[in-house]
């Protein structure tokens, strides 16, 4: 049974249609990452864990933007 998955983008994924951006789909025990330009190719997934801890260490460090 395939379970549909909901993916979403960045509130930061820029004008238009926001095609230039990843998007992320959280599944049971995993986060999953896809090219939003490609929808239908290869995802990327990690550990929730791996993926929150990487998602704390950006907002830590920042962007040169910042």
Same mark, same amino acid.
């Given at each position: 049974? !395939? %379970?549909? @998955? +909901?993916? *979403?983008?960045?509130?930061?994924?820029?004008?238009?249609?926001? +095609?230039?951006? @990843?998007? =992320?789909? +959280?599944?049971?025990?995993? =986060?999953? =990452? *896809?090219?939003?330009?490609?929808? !239908? *190719?290869?995802?990327?997934? #990690?550990? %929730?864990?791996? #993926? %929150?801890? #990487? @998602?704390?260490?950006?907002?830590?460090?920042?962007?040169?933007? +910042?």
């Amino acid at each position: 049974m !395939t %379970t549909a @998955v +909901n993916w *979403r983008k960045s509130s930061y994924s820029g004008g238009g249609e926001g +095609n230039n951006c @990843v998007e =992320i789909a +959280n599944l049971p025990t995993h =986060i999953a =990452i *896809r090219d939003s330009k490609t929808p !239908t *190719r290869a995802t990327l997934t #990690f550990p %929730t864990g791996a #993926f %929150t801890a #990487f @998602v704390r260490a950006l907002k830590t460090t920042g962007t040169p933007d +910042n």
